[in-house]
C-alpha cells in the first residue's frame, strides 16, 4: 500500500500550513524502524495535516495508508498509528455534529415578521371606519 502513495497528486491538495507535497514523506516514515524519525513523521502530521484537530483534503487521502499501516503487524508503533485514526474519526465527527446542531439552530430559529401598516399592504379596510368618527362621514 505504502507504494502507492506517488500515485497521488498531493501537491493538488494543502495542509495547515500550504502545499502537501510533504505528507507522503511524513507516511513513510511513520513506518520507519528508527523511533525518532517515526515520531517526527507523526508529529509533522499532526502539525500540518491535522492541525488543531482539522481534517483538510491530504487527511482524508492519507487514510488508506494509515489504515494500512495500522492494520500491518509488522509495522512499528501501530498503537500511536491507531491514535492518529482516533483523533482525526472524532474530530470528523464533533465537527460534523457541530455543523448539524447549527443547522438544527438555524431552523429553528425564525426570525420575527415584520408587520406592515395596513395602508402599505393594500389590506386597508376603511369601511368599517366609515361613521365612527362621531357621524362626521
Known amino acids: 500500500m505504502i507504494n502507492e502513495l506517488d500515485s497521488i497528486d498531493w501537491s493538488s491538495m494543502s495542509h495547515a500550513y500550504g502545499p502537501a507535497g510533504d505528507v507522503p514523506v511524513w507516511l513513510r516514515e511513520m513506518a520507519a524502524a528508527d523511533p ?3 515520531d517526527k513523521a507523526l508529529g509533522h502530521f499532526y502539525s500540518a495535516a491535522h492541525h488543531q484537530g482539522d481534517v483538510h483534503a ?3 487521502a492519507s487514510l488508506p495508508f494509515l489504515f494500512a499501516l495500522a492494520d500491518d503487524p509488522a509495522a512499528p508503533d501501530r498503537a500511536s498509528i491507531v491514535e492518529l485514526l482516533l483523533s ?3 474530530e470528523s465527527v464533533d465537527r460534523d455534529d457541530d455543523r448539524r446542531v447549527a443547522a438544527q439552530h438555524r431552523t429553528r430559529i425564525r426570525r ?3 408587520r406592515r401598516h395596513p395602508l402599505l399592504t393594500g389590506r386597508h379596510h376603511l369601511d368599517g371606519l366609515h361613521g365612527q368618527r362621531g357621524g362626521d362621514a
Do not use: E
Open 36 to 38: 525518532s524519525v517515526r
Open 58 to 60: 491530504c487527511t482524508t
Open 112 to 114: 420575527p415578521r415584520r
Open 88 to 90: 482525526i474519526g472524532r
